[in-house]
């Protein structure tokens, strides 16, 4: 038996068992798994699914604006190409305003606005809403703060 660190002698045939040193071993890396669970909507009278953390926060605003009638999250399907092949894109948030309006809400992070497949989906996204009349918005964390504004404001504005 010999440890790691010892030469073989190379004159001789040998079988040997290593041993390991597990002191210095590292930890495996953990993957970090996103924040997802439900979310109690009052606006909706029943639970809502989120994937993300920064969903749950945008499920939250929505609660607390006074415009906004009711929200359905991934309502629906847009089918879209890429790279070839059909998929299936589907979009976070249907808002639904009291006075009749529409909008379709995607929440991402901002690291990934620029991945081509994320283009794809909300290109399509973009050509269904257009076709419809409802525009197509894509949140990110400063839209988080945008929105916390906007509320602010509506209580000044009663």
């Not at 399509?124 to 929105?147: H, M, Q, S």
Request: proline share 4%; net charge positive.
């Amino acid at each position: 038996m010999k440890h790691p660190n010892e030469k073989m002698p190379q004159d001789k045939q040998m079988k040997a068992l290593i041993w390991k040193d597990f002191k210095n071993k590292k930890k495996p890396k953990v993957k970090k798994h996103f924040k997802e669970g439900f979310f109690a909507s009052k606006k909706n009278n029943k639970k809502i699914h989120y994937r993300s953390g920064l969903e749950c926060e945008y499920y939250k605003l929505l609660e607390l604006m006074n415009d906004v009638a009711s929200y359905h999250e991934e309502a629906f399907a847009i089918n879209y190409m890429f790279e070839g092949t059909e998929h299936r894109y589907i979009p976070d948030i249907l808002v639904q305003y009291k006075d009749g309006k529409k909008e379709l809400w995607e929440v991402k992070p901002k690291n990934q606005m620029k991945l081509p497949k994320n283009q794809a989906k909300w290109a399509a996204a973009k050509n269904w809403c257009e076709a419809r009349n409802i525009p197509f918005i894509v949140y990110t964390e400063k839209g988080l703060l945008d929105l916390q504004k906007r509320i602010r404001n509506q209580s000044r504005e009663i």
